[in-house]
């Protein structure tokens, strides 16, 4: 699961909003929400591209991409 808390903090650090995020993905801006709040799957590639947009470096990818469920 995506660590939502995590990746909307690091958009916020690097002055982004998730309509920024969605144009650099080419996507639409509910599509972004939903896939970083966890209602739409997301695909290795996109979290991969995320990454690089958001400049998260490969030792943290699993904190931000691989989430353990919230119970």
Do not use: H
């Amino acid at each position: 699961m995506v660590n939502t808390r995590k990746i909307k903090a690091r958009l916020t650090e690097l002055g982004l909003t998730q309509d920024d995020l969605a144009a650099k993905l080419g996507l639409a801006t509910c599509t972004v929400s939903q896939k970083l709040n966890n209602i739409r799957p997301l695909k290795l590639s996109e979290a991969n591209e995320i990454a690089k947009i958001l400049k998260i470096d490969d030792l943290d990818f699993k904190e931000y991409f691989f989430a353990e469920p919230v119970a």
